[in-house]
């Protein structure tokens, strides 16, 4: 390949080969660093010199010449060359050092060139060892660099954006020749080069395009029988010359590059075999016999009618030594389907033309020659008979003028990097013979025309001639399609191992539901007597009968007025009714008769002891309860809701987790605990008044609780009330001396107060904390303090830490990534932002270290946070943008190291879900579950495989979400959706009231689009089954928390369906009027429908209206474009 190179035109020769330009852009550079040598043997002193050529030979003299009437110091444009420096014998192990640095202008960007760093490799020659050595280095990704591998160094250089294009490494060192006996060469011998281009030579898009493209014209076969040759009119001998050219296309639009070969050589038939001798057998290797044998064998394949040959295919095993029949390789021309034996290429007549051509294609050529391919009769080679002696015309040579049209349809497979094809030779289009006079005036060699047997036929086609072409592509020029990605475990896979459900209890019967509701009624009642008589002071004590009656009388009354007598005996009639069907229930019973009276009576004593048994249970003194197993069930229930309230706050959602904290301080509102957790979260959220008062409970309840103390001393001082948030910190102090947080906070506090030998007793403290600790650990009590004052939002402690151990210690990145949490956490997010970098004074995190993953994904938080991205609503049409910060999350899990928490997960998850990547959003959401289970994963990922139409997986998944939190209405709605899916309606149907129950709205943990609110999708599903009612409610509930206009447009749709024509138009117009403006889709889709709901009400001026606006938008009333 490499000698047809010369023969490939370069664009841009016409130039001289040395001018450099006098203007414009900055030339791109080529930079050759040799730094140094490693693995020399001692006393050897070596030098390095090469030399390297981007042009051909040609254009290189050229250039050599230009740059020499230049001047000595004009380096030739093309040509690389150079030569280390020669040094004194290094110290022994030492490396042999060159520093050599030097920079060449790369000519201008064309074929030849791309052609020349992809395929040729840049030669360097190591001098001075016992025997010469050489380098080879590759230049193909000085065109195309790969990604970064996770074993490549930590340097800029390998690293994502890195500017330019390389080559950098050792290169081992091998000897120029191959060593004689007694010659020995350092097997370890390597040279640091560095080779850099300036800027990239094509763009990213051209890139992934550009191909080196080789065509390889190995030989014609089966001749026209008057070509001969005989064996003795061969090679200079023969008095004929064949010529092939064809063209290809260029990088420049309509151009192309134009091929000629150099003539091949005519090859006389392989002589026959003797045959062997009598009494003696042919061992069946020789051609002839193998030949022979396959033109024996019957059933040969022969391609169908139309079916184009040129791949070879195998129609059997290759003779083997033992001699035994095989069939041998066949393959067919293609067009014409005729069969060819692939061995008779060998031994027949045949010219060998033995080129190849390879070119460097660009993205425009590239196309262009894949339309070629595709199209049968658009490339094709010319095919030219002359004499042998120059100047000479040749009378048949419109005859034996023939065009061989390549087929390279097989380069058009997806992954196709090669193709065989033998091609037909055809006529070409001035095909004619010579008439009588112009072979009179011309006679061919010899004198004698040639005889014409067929009656004008043309050779070619009688003899089936055809041309053996080999084309190769280095890449493929239709890339094979990419595998569909591999399967994600099932759902069922991920679900956590439970104990038995419990055994079936029966429901209860009609007098246990009586005694419930008689016990829930007793407690009632106690709530009103109580809050009529006792809650204002008044007691119970000696009575006198009067007042006894009165308090009974005014009791009835407010029973009576306040609806509740009613209430009560509502509830009790229920369970009464169960009664009489259980017990007392016979067919045709008389309640005026004996028996009916005796069971009338029967069944009121059974209610009167049921009464009396509870009123007794209700007033008696209570048993001591089992502590253990109540305070087992607390623990549990407290936890709960503590996992539900963390959940909640990695949603941001504080509402949701300040109820479950609410929860927890009803529970057990004697702990200090809850109180603490509460104070916390309203710390996070900004409510300092609530936390302060939660704190202060909390340290009521238990002066010595240190977490409170630290926590309420943080809080004093984001507010100025240094004096007063010293008590708290010394008081931590006091209480817990072992504590090295408590000491660390402490300290910084001294600090900000300028009390410098306070901080240095509390810094001694702190010392000998840490050297008496079994861990033997150290970390810095600045630090420390920052972290604690991080996530409750004390910037100004955390920006004195920070700054004091960076004067004390030196900055480092933990300090920095302190920081950003801090500026995160309180909203400054520029400053986050600036911190992390990248920055254009290459001063963040991510300057330093680009493969810092902490930083990547902290980086992803603040776009996130800063976007608004934890705000979005499925009722928003358009969402911020999402690009960078999936960037930064994905960036971070590719590293060497790579991060990866739950909070990133969700978020990825998330954005994912928005985009419409819901097998990303999948995989994501099964490494969460799998690291943290909670309702809010689960939930995502029943989304994401309802999105991928796994409705069994996606319910599944939701029945374990409603195991970890059975309140959460998001997971009810998502039941209903996937339940009306599965035609599993009463299911849906409970399932949507559970989730009106617990509150669901347009506030959604994973928004999926615009348009598909949990609420509007229940609505679509219940819609299309016919249930308008359940339809409407739930739409309703949506225009509770929003206005977005696709609600209303499709409550009036509903409404339509369900012929309530004056509720619908009421709906339309709501989406007229809304302050969200709709799409204009949307809006001629409802202006449409208004006039046709208007017209049906007989409402004149309104379906006017409505016309008019539908005429400003151009259309008529039923939507079609005006004339």
């Known amino acids: 390949m490499a000698e047809d190179a010369a023969e490939m035109p370069a664009e841009g020769e016409g130039q001289p080969a040395g001018e450099k330009e006098q203007a414009g852009p900055t030339p791109n550079m080529l930079h050759v660093t040799i730094e140094s040598a490693r693995g020399m043997p001692e006393e050897s002193a070596t030098v390095v010199n090469f030399k390297y050529s981007m042009l051909t030979e040609e254009g290189a003299e050229a250039a050599v010449a230009a740059a020499a009437e230049k001047g000595e110091d004009e380096k030739p444009l093309g040509v690389v060359e150079g030569k280390t420096t020669e040094f004194e014998e290094p110290p022994a192990g030492t490396e042999h050092t060159y520093g050599l640095k030097e920079s060449y202008i790369l000519p201008p960007m064309t074929d030849l060139l791309l052609y020349r760093f992809i395929t040729v490799p840049m030669e360097f020659k190591v001098e001075g060892l016992s025997v010469p050595g050489k380098v080879q280095v590759a230049l193909h990704e000085l065109v195309w660099r790969p990604d970064p591998k996770p074993d490549d160094p930590d340097e800029e250089d390998f690293l994502p954006d890195a500017p330019g294009s390389f080559v950098v490494g050792w290169y081992p060192i091998v000897p120029e020749e191959p060593l004689e006996e007694g010659q020995e060469f350092p097997e370890k011998a390597e040279v640091y080069i560095r080779l850099q281009i300036s800027d990239t030579l094509l763009s990213k898009e051209d890139l992934e395009l550009l191909n080196v493209v080789t065509i390889s014209v190995e030989s014609m076969h089966r001749l026209p029988e008057v070509w001969g040759p ?160 120059e100047g000479e015309e040749y009378v048949y040579s419109k005859k034996y003028h023939g065009k061989i049209f390549l087929d390279g349809t097989g380069l058009l497979e997806p992954g196709a990097t090669s193709v065989d094809v033998r091609c037909a030779v055809e006529p070409a289009e001035d095909f004619a013979l010579p008439t009588e006079k112009q072979l009179e005036d011309l006679p061919p060699p010899g004198g004698e025309p040639e005889p014409d047997n067929e009656g004008g036929a043309n050779p070619y086609l009688l003899a089936e001639t055809y041309l053996k072409v080999h084309i190769q592509t280095m890449r493929p020029l239709v890339n094979k399609p990419k595998p569909p990605p591999p399967q994600l475990p099932k759902v069922q896979d991920l679900l956590p191992t439970r104990a038995p459900v419990p055994k079936y209890a029966p429901p209860m019967s009609g007098s246990e539901q009586f005694s419930s509701d008689i016990e829930g009624i007793i407690l009632e009642l106690a709530d009103e007597y109580h809050a009529l008589f006792l809650a204002n002071g008044g007691g119970d004590v000696a009575l006198e009968a009067s007042e006894v009656d009165s308090r009974r009388q005014q009791a009835i009354f407010q029973l009576n007025t306040s609806g509740r007598y009613y209430d009560f005996k509502e509830r009790l009639k229920t369970s009464t009714l169960r009664i009489v069907r259980e017990r007392f229930y016979k067919q045709g019973l008389d309640p005026t008769s004996e028996d009916g009276k005796r069971v009338i009576s029967r069944l009121y004593l059974e209610l009167q002891d049921l009464i009396n048994l509870r009123l007794k249970s209700a007033f008696s003194a209570p048993k001591k309860p089992s502590s253990t197993a109540n305070d087992s069930l607390m623990l549990q229930h407290l936890a709960d809701e503590m996992r539900l309230a963390v959940e909640a706050q990695l949603n941001l959602d504080f509402p949701l987790a300040s109820s479950h904290l609410n929860t927890r301080i009803l529970a057990a509102p004697s702990d200090a605990v809850v109180w603490y957790d509460y104070g916390v979260l309203c710390v996070r959220n900004g409510q300092l008044d609530k936390a302060q008062e939660c704190l202060r409970e909390c340290l009521m309840l238990d002066p010595r609780y240190t977490p409170a103390l630290l926590t309420y001393g943080v809080l004093l001082c984001t507010v100025d009330r240094f004096a007063d948030a010293e008590t708290y910190f010394t008081g931590a102090t006091n209480y817990s001396p072992d504590d090295v947080q408590a000491w660390s906070l402490l300290m910084l506090f001294y600090d900000m107060e300028s009390r410098d030998m306070q901080r240095r007793t509390a810094i001694k403290k702190i010392l000998l904390l840490d050297k008496a600790s079994s861990s033997g650990t150290r970390s810095s009590p600045y630090l420390r303090a920052a972290i604690f004052c991080t996530d409750l939002l004390g910037i100004q402690l955390v920006e004195r830490a920070a700054t004091q151990h960076i004067v004390k210690h030196g900055d480092s990145q933990e300090v920095q990534l302190i920081l950003v949490r801090g500026y995160m956490h309180v909203e400054q997010y520029a400053r986050a932002l600036e911190i992390l970098g990248p920055n254009a004074d290459k001063s963040g995190i991510l300057d330093k270290d680009k493969r810092c993953a902490v930083a990547m994904v902290l980086r992803g938080h603040v776009l996130y946070l800063k976007l608004r991205w934890h705000k979005l609503r499925s009722d928003v049409r358009e969402p911020p943008s999402h690009n960078e910060v999936l960037l930064w999350y994905e960036k971070a899990l590719t590293q060497k190291l790579p991060f990866a928490e739950l909070l990133s997960q969700v978020r990825m998850a998330k954005l994912y879900l928005w985009i419409g990547k819901y097998y990303e959003a999948k995989e994501v959401l099964i490494k969460a579950c799998r690291l943290t289970p909670s309702a809010t994963t689960w939930l995502g990922l029943a989304i994401a495989c309802y999105r991928q139409k796994e409705l069994d997986q996606a319910e599944q998944a939701l029945c374990e979400a409603n195991i970890l939190d059975p309140h959460n209405s998001q997971v009810w709605g998502m039941l209903c959706v996937v339940g009306l899916a599965q035609n599993k309606h009463d299911e849906a149907d409970m399932a949507m009231k559970q989730a009106l129950k617990f509150g669901l709205n347009t506030q959604e943990t994973w928004p999926v689009g615009y348009g598909s609110l949990m609420l509007e999708q229940m609505a679509v599903l219940y819609a299309a089954e016919g249930k308008y009612g359940p339809a409407a409610i739930v739409l309703m509930r949506g225009l509770e928390t929003s206005y977005a206009p696709s609600i209303n447009k499709q409550l009036g749709e509903v409404y339509v369906c369900d012929n309530e024509l004056s509720l619908a138009s009421t709906a339309f117009e709501l989406f007229v009027q809304a302050d969200v403006a709709p799409s204009q889709p949307e809006l001629i889709s409802v202006l449409i429908q208004l006039v046709s709901v208007s017209r049906k009400l007989k409402r004149s001026r309104e379906t006017r209206l409505y016309e008019q606006k539908l005429q400003t938008l151009g259309l008529d009333p039923a939507g079609k474009p005006l004339p």
């Open 230 to 389: 005989m064996p003795e009119a061969v090679g200079e001998d023969h008095e004929y010359v064949y010529k092939l050219k064809y063209s290809l296309p260029a990088a420049v639009e309509e151009s192309s590059i134009e091929i000629e070969i150099q003539p091949g050589e005519i090859v006389a038939k392989d002589p026959e075999p003797e045959p062997p001798a009598d009494g003696e057998e042919g061992d069946g290797s020789g051609d002839g016999g193998a030949v022979q044998e396959s033109k024996g064998v019957e059933g040969a394949f022969e391609p169908e009618p139309g079916e184009e040959g040129g791949q070879e295919e195998t129609s059997g095993s290759e003779a083997k030594d033992t001699g035994e029949l095989v069939v041998e390789e066949d393959a067919y021309v293609q067009s014409t389907g005729s069969r060819v034996v692939v061995r008779d290429e060998k031994s027949t007549a045949r010219i060998t033309f033995n080129h190849t051509t390879a070119i460097a294609m660009q993205a425009g050529a590239i196309v262009r020659i894949k339309k070629l391919f595709a199209m049968r009769n658009a490339l094709h080679i010319e095919l030219i008979r002359e004499l042998r002696a």
